[in-house]
């Protein structure tokens, strides 16, 4: 018998789209543009007419595809649960394979790919500030305060596993510091595997599909023989979620510390804070109702919420890649957070705190920061 041949991936997954349309009010770059090419069910025929042929890759149907953030805002709303992410990923697998990447991405992937590298250029980066450019000073990640160590881990503590991430190990050493105290203040023991490595969100979002298999290979390894893995970035979610097994439980730090709640005790907070919720928090990790358990323990706290208000712009390097459409995506937010006189935000994933930090006097950072700056 003759082979059958294979229905090609993306045709299948695009034909679950009954171009409905429920989708468009909820894309961030449909909003920005009213253009239906911005939208989800634009970029689903797009991806189907480049996949059946009838559309030849052109500038006009690339941009329409790297133009996407990849924040699945669509694929929740979706009546007919179109696949979004694996059909997007799909895409640009092959946008990758006919029209290669940049030499900066190339140097972005291989620098998260070597974390511990990229800490030390960071490290001689923020040595050299003062004689750099103020152009280039600004795009700094601001050198962060740590904390005091804190107290080790109690016996009989219950060890958990840490995952690191790439650029927040270098740049929010401050975070590491502060989950170690709330992991240890509710009686777990953390513990960071020192083989892991970045997760491959950004190998993934430009369709660098074998060097994220490969990362997540490494990953595997690092953590084999934990049950549970703890991950603070909920844009790193998905992908480390997939390097894990079946029987492995990656789970959200916000998720862990609100489950022991009530060993946490908090002293007031002043002054208005701007919650930020990533499009990864919303759409795949679920973990903004630990985050408000958490934070609704902190006497006196005032939030100023900036729900609705669409995706940041981040999303992976759509920051770099685009940064006219990502500073348009992210001003609403800013301007809501000024407007209400934050003097702080909380924001629960690396990418976002960085691109939102950029563009804002406002200090930005993740919610178990301010968490443990408020520890009583
Ligand atoms: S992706 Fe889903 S919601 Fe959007 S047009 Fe297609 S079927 Fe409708
Ligand atoms: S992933 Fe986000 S930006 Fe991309 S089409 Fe869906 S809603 Fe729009």
Redesign the pocket.
């Known amino acids: 018998m003759p082979e059958q041949p294979q229905p090609d991936r993306v045709l299948m997954l695009a034909d679950a789209c009954v171009q409905c349309g429920l989708?468009l009010p909820?894309?961030?770059?449909?909003a920005l543009t009213g253009d239906e090419s911005e939208?989800?069910r634009g970029?689903i025929a797009i991806a189907r007419a480049l996949a059946d042929g009838r559309l030849a890759a052109e500038p006009s149907a690339d941009a329409a595809l790297d133009h996407?953030?990849?924040?699945?805002?669509?694929e929740v709303v979706c009546p007919a649960h179109v696949a979004?992410a694996p059909l997007?990923l799909e895409t640009r697998s092959r946008q990758r394979r006919r029209r290669g990447a940049s030499l900066r991405q190339h140097a972005l992937e291989w620098l998260t790919a070597h974390p511990a590298l990229l800490a030390r250029l960071l490290r001689l980066a923020r040595w050299l500030a003062p004689v750099l450019p103020t152009a280039l000073r600004r795009e700094l990640p601001p050198r962060v305060v740590q904390h005091p160590s804190p107290a080790t881990a109690s016996t009989g503590a219950e060890p958990i596993a840490i995952f690191s991430g790439c650029i927040a190990r270098a740049y929010d050493a401050e975070l590491s510091s502060a989950l170690d105290q709330l992991l240890i203040a509710t009686g777990f023991a953390p513990q960071r595997p020192t083989q892991q490595t970045c997760c491959g969100t950004l190998h993934l979002h430009a369709g660098n599909v074998a060097q994220a298999a490969a990362l997540a290979k490494t990953n595997a390894h690092a953590f084999a023989g934990y049950s549970t893995v703890v991950c603070t970035a909920s844009g790193c979610h998905a992908a480390l979620a997939d390097a894990l097994t079946p029987a492995q439980r990656l789970r959200d730090a916000l998720d862990v510390l609100a489950e022991r709640a009530d060993r946490l005790h908090f002293r007031a907070a002043s002054g208005p804070v701007a919650l930020h919720l990533p499009c990864s928090q919303q759409t795949v990790v679920g973990s903004e109702a630990a985050l408000r358990q958490l934070f609704a323990r902190i006497p006196g706290i005032h939030l100023i919420e900036l729900r609705g208000m669409g995706c940041c712009g981040a999303a992976g390097t759509h920051m770099l890649d685009q940064p006219a459409r990502a500073a348009a995506l992210r001003a609403p937010l800013l301007q809501a957070a000024s407007a209400g006189g934050a003097g702080i935000m909380v924001t629960a994933n690396i990418g976002c705190r960085l691109h939102l930090a950029a563009g804002s006097d406002i200090e930005v950072v993740h919610p178990i920061v301010f968490l443990a700056r408020h520890l009583s």
């Open positions: 989708c909820h894309c961030p770059t449909y939208s989800p970029r996407c953030l990849g924040c699945r805002r669509c979004f997007l």
